[in-house]
């Protein structure tokens, strides 16, 4: 059984990352928090309660922590995932309410009753962990495994030309995270799923029309690049619905930017690497994030060949194997789909 501790700030990335987790029967949802970033915090847990309960995983504690970054004001992104965060998904509303526990202490107190136990999923912007950190300075050392998405070392930035999204929402606290991680023994670094391969991960139309397949919907769930704008799915499987309905955008949101009509899948991907069911190999560094320069603000550094003289704090992600990661998501998300109708 893999216990999550998730932060996310869904998000249609977030949102079928947290889907395909709901479909692995062996992940308990520990508690999941919400992150200012794709939308504000308020927001992002809304989505998630009302996406974890389509999938049947009701009454998972969600809470949230902070409403804005660290050091600089909050910058949202409805043009890529549109103004409620699932892009042309409206989902039914959740009954469930939010917790009223800060993130930072759901993140503390979990940890310190499982030491070691827990593994440590975070798809947002760093803000609530680092609050946790503050809190409990010894959170590296009491979670089991911890598995980050975000920063961008070879690759391009997708938010500024050197800038990965999440690090650029809150850069201080990446590097204040990153500077928590500074001589703990290697497998208590955190494994850090970076633009450099999670960019590979390119969601496709066929992905989708096979995903219904695997659900046992009757008719092909099309979502094509010739059909218009904003088109609904009607497919007569809920999940399947509301999933076509959001990748639809941020194919839309890809190709508006000259991507192709794809969906980088970054969360799912990092949701994998937490589960262990994805295939990948890591590359110890030592990471540290720029805060001073408007120009790089949130541009993430890596030191593979100890040129700063200073330990290492992560493992980032060198290879992974798309075919295999989204034959694993189209099989066990179908099932799921299949399963709650």
């Known amino acids: 059984m893999t216990r999550l501790l998730l932060?996310?700030?869904?998000g249609i990335d977030d949102a079928l990352a947290l889907a395909y987790l709901a479909s692995l029967p062996d992940v308990e949802f520990?508690?999941?928090?919400?992150?200012?970033?794709?939308?504000?915090?308020?927001?992002?847990?809304?989505?998630?309660i009302a996406l974890l309960e389509l999938c049947d995983r009701p009454n998972v504690e969600v809470a949230v922590g902070a409403l804005n970054p660290l050091g600089i004001p909050l910058v949202t992104t409805p043009e890529t995932h549109g103004p409620q965060g699932l892009g042309h998904a409206v989902l039914p509303p959740p009954a469930g309410t939010v917790?009223?526990?800060h993130a930072a202490d759901v993140w503390v107190e979990a940890a310190r009753a499982h030491p070691g136990e827990l593994t440590a999923l975070i798809t947002a912007p760093l803000t609530n962990f680092a609050l946790a950190i503050r809190r409990e300075p010894r959170l590296p050392e009491l979670l089991g495994r911890v598995v980050i998405m975000g920063g961008s070392f070879y690759h391009q930035g997708n938010t500024t030309p050197t800038a990965e999204w999440n690090t650029h929402v809150d850069p201080h606290a990446a590097k204040e995270v990153y500077a928590a991680y500074r001589g703990?023994?290697?497998d208590r670094l955190p494994i850090v799923c970076s633009l450099d391969t999670t960019e590979r991960m390119?969601?496709?139309?066929?992905?989708?029309?096979r995903l219904a397949a695997a659900a046992g919907c009757a008719v092909e769930e099309l979502v094509l690049p010739e059909q218009a704008e904003g088109l609904r799915s009607t497919s007569e499987n809920t999940l399947v619905r509301h999933l076509s309905d959001a990748l639809r955008f941020y194919f839309e949101f890809h190709r508006n930017y000259d991507q192709g009509y794809l969906a980088h899948v970054h969360d799912y991907?990092?949701?994998?690497?937490?589960?262990?069911?994805?295939?990948?190999?890591t590359?110890?560094?030592?990471?540290?994030v720029e805060v001073e320069s408007a120009m790089l603000m949130g541009t993430t550094v890596a030191d593979y060949r100890n040129l700063w003289n200073r330990p290492h704090n992560a493992r980032i992600v060198s290879d992974n194997n798309p075919a295999q990661a989204f034959d694993e998501l189209v099989g066990s998300l179908g099932r799921l789909a299949r399963r709650v109708g």
Not at 269 to 281: D, K, P, Q, R
């Open 30 to 48: 520990v508690a999941v928090t919400a992150s200012p970033g794709n939308v504000d915090a308020h927001q992002v847990a809304r989505n998630t």
């Open 202 to 209: 390119e969601m496709r139309p066929e992905h989708v029309r």
């Open 184 to 186: 703990l023994p290697a």
């Open 7 to 10: 932060d996310v700030d869904t």
């Open 99 to 101: 917790s009223p526990r």
């Open 283 to 288: 590359r110890p560094a030592t990471v540290d």
């Open 269 to 281: 991907f990092a949701a994998g690497v937490a589960a262990g069911t994805l295939e990948y190999s």
